[in-house]
């Protein structure tokens, strides 16, 4: 068996996840790593293989919920994956890069496209495993391509017609691939106009979101011919407590650690209460948005 150098990178033992996740919840990482650069990710990788080790990628952590049992084996997370370039009408950024300044270095230099995600909060490699959007957008509008290191050890670089992207879903959630870099293709617009919107955008999100409390973002898919806020304003549900999580009085769409005392079973607890209710009361399944990992405690 070959042994792959990970001397180098930061891994760090039994930590705790809560510290990385918007919801400030999760159980600990059996090990997190933080490859730096793409020879040390390549490393990692391969060494988890060797060992037999799962992998899980978690990105920004802003729309995910971890269990409070934890992660097994190898957790990574890319925050120093975070260069974002420009050529021509493309703005090619790494997978630890977030959306929103990505979207920033577009306005800035009068690329449209990118708009509805200007206060997306999570990562460009989560946006794309996702396929993230938001007020009438979503990333598979704008991907060209993306660079994705298989579980092979081989990067590969897929096309938009590749990702098989629909609703909230691509093929890196079903063929292991980790996003290095994402290439996305936008058009030349008015610096002026493209500010407007995202800053309109932004507007919106904040008078109608509870982006002052932590949450894990927009909890369940729209089911076909509803909305999710209303059905959980009119089940009676918003407001409603488990533990230490609550539905926002804000936006029922939301989950909200009110006072910081949330568990991760608070939360599922939630999401179960709420997807029955409905279920019940008006026969729609909700189902969830928001990507659910790791081991009950």
Known sequence: MTDFDISSI???KNEPLSKYTFTETGGPADMLGFPENRSELINLVNYCHAKNLSITIIGNAS???IKDGGIRDMVIILPKFNKIEVSKNTVIAEA??????TTKVASENSLSGLEFAAGIPGSVGGAVFMNAGAYGGEVSECLQSAEVLMPSGEIVTFSNKDMNFSYRMSAIQSNGGIVISATFDLKPGDHN???AKMDELNEIRRAKQPLEYPSCGSVFKRPTGHFTGPLIIDAG???????GAQVSEKHAGFIVNRNHTA?????LELIKLIQKTIKEKFDVELETEVRIIGEDK
Do not use: R, S
């Open 193 to 195: 106009e493209i500010q």
């Open 263 to 267: 568990t991760a079973t608070d939360y």
């Open 96 to 101: 630890g890069a977030t959306i929103i300044d």
């Open 10 to 12: 930061k891994i760090l």
């Open 237 to 243: 549900l918003q407001g409603h407590w488990v533990g």
């Open 63 to 65: 729309n995910l919920i």
